[in-house]
């Protein structure tokens, strides 16, 4: 018999992943395998429960959570051997990974049935001087709400919560000076963040990255320019529609490795997480871990 080892955050969206653990550890046991689970307790855990999953030889490790679980899950197996598949149970706020690969959100079984169903395919991941991220890093001001957001909010109020800390947030938006350069072009000037994406699903807007490809080897930057508020709003409007590519304050490239740097304190935001602060250098890591996708 197989063995999968479940990782899994108890506090994820709106904590019903706890409600539901008996009927996925049954589901996986009539699938044929012999399943054992993890409970994260705090920051790291799950990191730390992907690691030894490996090493104890699992056949399976299965991400039960949100961005950020997940997040930590693959920091845990991205510089191991021998990794084994990677399957993903969305039960987070925003869950954007799980929405790019085209999991279902709301139906926990439904999910567990296409990590037993579903294709094993390798993706890209980002490498970040010593971390790893999945779908998206970021920096600047915005990329500052999927921390600032506190997890009872989230809890209660799903990703709403990510909306009003950001509406009330905008008067206050402060751009800032960073130097991006790449093997082909060097950006030099004050912006208002930047985006590194994997996928095309970031902060549960399917469009952000609209050309975004998971094995490709290259990223999909998205920089905004210093704006005035009337300006932001303009753009935010054309981010919904999908028509903010060919905006002339948003820059828009693909890369296979990018550094980034600034002389004031930035941030960085890592799969919703935060990830430390500039200077960073990124590079795509073509097709490095295997994850779980739907039958097309």
Same mark, same amino acid.
Request: overall charge negative; charged content about 25%.
């Given at each position: 018999?197989?063995?999968?080892?479940?990782?899994?955050?108890?506090?994820? #969206?709106?904590?019903? /992943?706890?409600?539901?653990?008996?009927? @996925?550890?049954?589901?996986?046991? *009539?699938?044929?395998?012999?399943?054992?689970?993890?409970?994260?307790?705090?920051?790291?855990?799950?990191?730390?429960?992907?690691?030894?999953?490996?090493? &104890?030889?699992?056949?399976?490790?299965?991400?039960?959570?949100?961005?950020?679980?997940?997040?930590? !899950?693959?920091?845990?197996?991205? +510089?191991?051997? #021998? &990794?084994?598949?990677?399957?993903?149970?969305?039960?987070?706020?925003?869950?954007?990974?799980? &929405?790019?690969?085209?999991?279902?959100?709301?139906?926990?079984? %439904?999910?567990?049935?296409?990590?037993?169903?579903?294709?094993?395919?390798?993706?890209?991941?980002?490498? /970040?001087?010593?971390?790893?991220? /999945?779908?998206?890093?970021? #920096? #600047?001001?915005?990329?500052?709400?999927?921390?600032?957001? $506190?997890?009872?909010? %989230?809890?209660?109020?799903?990703?709403?919560?990510?909306?009003?800390?950001?509406? +009330?947030?905008?008067?206050?938006? &402060?751009?800032?000076? !960073?130097?991006?350069?790449?093997?082909?072009?060097?950006?030099?000037?004050?912006?208002?963040?930047?985006?590194?994406?994997?996928?095309?699903?970031?902060?549960?807007?399917?469009?952000?990255?609209?050309?975004?490809?998971?094995?490709?080897?290259?990223?999909?930057?998205? @920089?905004?320019?210093?704006?005035?508020? $009337?300006?932001?709003?303009? /753009?935010?409007?054309?981010?919904?529609?999908?028509?903010?590519?060919?905006?002339?304050?948003?820059?828009?490239?693909?890369? %296979?490795?990018?550094?980034?740097?600034? *002389?004031?304190?930035?941030?960085?935001?890592?799969?919703?997480?935060?990830?430390?602060?500039?200077?960073?250098?990124?590079?795509?890591?073509?097709?490095?871990?295997?994850?779980?996708?739907?039958? %097309?």
């Amino acid at each position: 018999m197989k063995r999968a080892r479940l990782i899994y955050n108890p506090s994820s #969206g709106r904590e019903e /992943i706890k409600e539901k653990l008996p009927e @996925i550890l049954d589901f996986f046991e *009539q699938a044929g395998y012999e399943t054992s689970c993890h409970v994260t307790k705090k920051a790291g855990d799950a990191t730390v429960a992907a690691t030894q999953a490996i090493e &104890r030889n699992f056949d399976l490790i299965i991400a039960a959570g949100g961005d950020g679980t997940l997040y930590e !899950v693959v920091n845990g197996m991205a +510089e191991r051997e #021998g &990794r084994p598949p990677l399957g993903i149970i969305p039960a987070g706020t925003t869950n954007d990974f799980a &929405r790019a690969i085209g999991l279902p959100m709301k139906n926990t079984l %439904k999910a567990c049935e296409i990590i037993v169903k579903g294709t094993p395919t390798p993706i890209d991941i980002g490498k /970040i001087n010593d971390r790893y991220f /999945i779908n998206i890093a970021g #920096g #600047g001001a915005l990329t500052d709400l999927t921390y600032e957001v $506190p997890s009872k909010l %989230k809890t209660v109020m799903g990703q709403l919560a990510y909306y009003v800390k950001g509406i +009330e947030k905008l008067p206050f938006i &402060r751009p800032s000076h !960073v130097r991006i350069e790449t093997d082909t072009k060097i950006i030099d000037e004050e912006i208002m963040l930047f985006l590194i994406a994997n996928s095309n699903s970031v902060g549960g807007m399917e469009k952000l990255a609209p050309y975004a490809d998971l094995s490709d080897g290259k990223f999909d930057c998205l @920089i905004l320019r210093k704006t005035t508020l $009337p300006e932001f709003l303009r /753009i935010a409007t054309h981010v919904l529609k999908g028509e903010h590519i060919k905006d002339p304050d948003i820059i828009y490239f693909q890369t %296979k490795n990018l550094k980034a740097t600034s *002389q004031t304190r930035v941030l960085l935001n890592l799969d919703g997480e935060l990830g430390g602060e500039l200077p960073m250098e990124f590079t795509a890591l073509h097709k490095h871990i295997s994850v779980i996708m739907p039958e %097309k």
